[in-house]
């Protein structure tokens, strides 16, 4: 079974502008996670999907969006891209809620913002 | 709020000996998980070892065994036999029963030295 795969693996972008990444879960898997890894800031939760439905969202500005399509496939996208936006995005995904379902993580996006 | 703190940056152990990474964890619930997770360099997150904080035994997972102590709020992870493929950045996470976003901590950078 393929394991979790993000695109691109790596983004060069300037300020201003917007980006969007993408994450495909493992088969048969509906919870898609996201979360943004800085050396400062550690891992931090930005929000999850389920079904199509953002049932979570982490401390992030509204510059930080997301969504989930039927196939279960989620996009996160920044808008109006900081120097501080760049890091490791990653997602994670699960076939349910709660931690008895464990998630699998993808490798990651890494982002730079010149 | 979850926190979870760790509170060594970095360790070293020799081939073949035996670590302890120390994670507590600041909690008001009394049903949740708790994970320790290993990110390898430039390499994807892979879950090490899970507990159930209803269960008073610490889990097992070959040469990885936790010491929890709920009352303590106190999960630490044991490594035994330490290999060089054991070297990464290995983080401990708190996740509530029933949700599906993780706390993390800041991270133990482990260096097993040949």
């Known amino acids: 079974k393929a394991g979790v795969t993000q695109t691109p693996r790596y983004l060069i972008k300037t300020r201003g502008q917007q980006v969007t990444l993408s994450c495909s879960p493992i088969?048969?898997?509906?919870?898609v996670s996201w979360y943004q890894q800085t050396p400062g800031q550690g891992l931090q939760f930005l929000f999850e999907?389920?079904?199509?439905?953002?049932?979570n969202k982490g401390n992030f500005p509204g510059r930080f969006s997301g969504r989930q399509f039927s196939n279960s496939r989620s996009e996160m996208n920044v808008s109006t891209l900081e120097l501080g936006d760049s890091a490791l995005y990653l997602c994670a995904s699960s076939t349910g809620t709660g931690g008895y379902n464990e998630q699998f993580f993808g490798p990651g996006t890494r982002l730079t913002v010149l | 709020a979850q926190t979870v703190t760790q509170s060594q940056p970095e360790m070293s152990v020799q081939e073949a000996e035996t670590v302890t990474l120390s994670c507590t964890y600041d909690t008001s619930e009394n049903n949740y998980y708790l994970f320790w997770y290993k990110q390898p360099p430039s390499r994807q997150m892979i879950l090490v070892i899970r507990q159930e904080a209803y269960k008073q035994q610490n889990a097992t997972e070959n040469r990885f065994s936790v010491n929890f102590q709920k009352a303590a709020k106190s999960f630490s992870l044991k490594i035994s036999d330490s290999q060089l493929g054991d070297t990464a950045m290995y983080f401990c996470a708190f996740m509530e029963n029933t949700g599906n976003q993780f706390y993390f901590g800041t991270g133990t950078s482990l260096t097993v030295i040949p």
């Open positions: 999907y389920f079904s199509e439905t953002q049932r």
């Open positions: 088969s048969g898997h509906r919870s």
